[in-house]
C-alpha cells in the first residue's frame, strides 16, 4: 500500500501529524509512506524515518501533480484540506481521507465566542482520518527528529548555562501570539535559572532588548542558530517557556515540561501540549494525556480571547489585555518549579 500524506505548513502543524505518521508505517504491513509539504517545510520533516519519500510543492501546482501521477497512489490523507489539497486529490483520482478541519466551529468560536468545538485534539483528529485504514493511536505522542550530523556543541553556549537552563521561546509567527518586550523582560527577571532565548534572525533584536536586563543570566540565542540547532537547545535545557508556536510542540515532542503562553489563540482550538499517553487510570479509564505535563498560562475570563485561529498583527480590540495582563509570577513560579524537577 502506498499512502500521500499532504501537510503544505506549518512547523507545528506539520509536528501535529507525527503520530498519524509514525502509526501508520508501523500498523499497515508493507505500507510506503510519501509526504508532500512546501519546500521552506524540508527541515522539519527531513530526518523522519517513518517517512520513505518525501514530494515538494511546485508553484505551478500541475508540474507537482504530474510528478505524483507517477507514484501511483493508493490513498491520499488530506492532513491540510483546502483548494489545492482538493485539486491534487481530483486529478489523482485514488480515495482521500481527509481530517476535520472545524473551519466552521473555529470561525464561530473567534468571531462569536461560541464554543462548539469536540474535546479533540488536532492530533488526534489526524489519526481519526486513518481509522478506516484499521490505524489507531499508539499512545506515543509527537515526533521530531534531528538529524544525527547536527551536533551542538558545549561551547555553543556561555559556561554559565552549559549544566542547565530555561529556554524560553519569545518568537511567533504574527504579534498577537507574543508577550511584549516589558512583559518578557519582567519575566526573566522572575526566572532563578540561566536562560537561553529561543528564536529565529527576526527575533534577534528582541532577544538583545530582553537580554539587556540581566545579561549575565540570560544569553540570547536568537538568530545563532539553525532549526536543527535550536531544536536541541529546546532538548537539552531543563523546561521550556514558550508562545504558541512551532518549538511549543517541538519541546513535547522531545517530552519537556512546558508552560504555554496564550494570546490571540487558545486551548479551545484544541492545540494545546501534546504528549505520550499517560499510564495512570482516571475514572477506570485508561489513555488520558498526562496534563501535569504542561501549564497553560492564559488570562481568565477574557470574552474576546481567542481572537484568531492563528494571531494577527495587532489587537482587534485594541487593548491587547491576552497578553498584557499575563502573570509573569505565576509563569515564573511554574517553570522554576519544573526546572528543580527536572
Not at 561551547?155 to 504574527?174: C, D, K, Q
Not at 516589558?182 to 532565548?197: N, R, S
Amino acid at each position: 500500500m502506498r499512502l500521500l500524506f499532504i501537510r503544505f505548513s506549518s512547523i507545528g502543524d506539520i509536528v501535529f501529524t507525527t503520530p498519524a505518521i509514525r502509526a501508520a508505517k508501523q500498523q499497515l504491513p508493507n505500507v510506503e509512506i510519501h509526504f508532500l509539504t512546501k519546500p521552506s517545510m524540508k527541515l522539519v520533516t527531513e530526518a523522519n524515518p517513518y517517512i520513505d519519500k518525501f514530494h515538494y510543492l511546485d508553484k505551478d501546482l500541475s508540474k507537482t501533480i504530474a510528478a505524483l501521477k507517477e507514484a501511483n497512489f493508493d490513498y491520499v490523507i488530506d492532513l491540510h484540506k483546502n483548494f489545492r489539497t482538493h485539486k491534487i486529490e481530483r486529478a489523482l483520482g485514488v480515495p482521500a481521507l481527509t481530517y476535520n478541519k472545524l473551519s466552521w466551529r473555529k470561525l464561530l468560536l473567534t468571531k462569536l465566542h461560541l464554543n462548539f468545538m469536540p474535546h479533540r485534539h488536532i492530533s488526534d483528529r489526524c489519526l481519526d482520518t486513518l481509522a478506516p485504514l484499521g490505524v489507531v493511536d499508539d499512545g506515543m505522542g509527537l515526533d521530531y527528529f534531528v538529524p544525527s550530523n547536527i551536533k551542538l556543541s558545549q561551547e555553543a553556549l556561555p559556561v554559565s548555562h552549559r549544566t542547565g537552563y530555561i529556554a524560553l521561546v519569545i518568537g511567533a509567527s504574527f504579534a498577537t501570539k507574543k508577550l511584549p518586550i516589558e512583559k518578557l523582560q519582567a519575566l526573566c527577571l522572575l526566572l532563578k535559572y540561566p536562560i537561553v532565548l529561543v528564536g529565529g534572525k527576526e527575533d534577534a533584536l528582541e532577544g538583545e532588548e530582553v537580554a539587556k536586563v540581566d545579561p549575565v543570566k540570560i544569553f540570547n540565542g536568537c538568530g545563532k542558530f539553525s532549526l536543527h540547532e535550536s531544536a536541541l537547545l529546546v532538548q537539552q535545557s531543563k523546561t521550556v517557556i514558550s508562545h504558541d508556536t512551532g518549538f511549543l510542540y517541538i519541546a513535547c515532542a522531545f517530552h519537556k515540561k512546558t508552560v504555554a503562553i496564550w494570546g490571540a489563540t487558545s486551548p479551545a482550538l484544541q492545540v494545546e501540549p501534546y504528549y505520550p499517553t499517560s499510564k495512570l487510570k482516571s475514572n477506570g479509564v485508561q489513555n488520558k494525556r498526562p496534563f501535569e505535563m504542561y501549564y497553560n498560562a492564559i488570562v481568565p475570563n477574557l470574552s474576546c480571547q481567542p481572537c484568531s485561529n492563528y494571531g494577527s498583527k495587532q489587537c482587534p480590540q485594541g487593548h491587547f489585555f491576552c497578553m498584557r495582563l499575563q502573570n509573569t509570577y505565576t509563569i515564573a513560579s511554574i517553570a522554576n518549579g519544573y526546572y528543580e524537577e527536572a
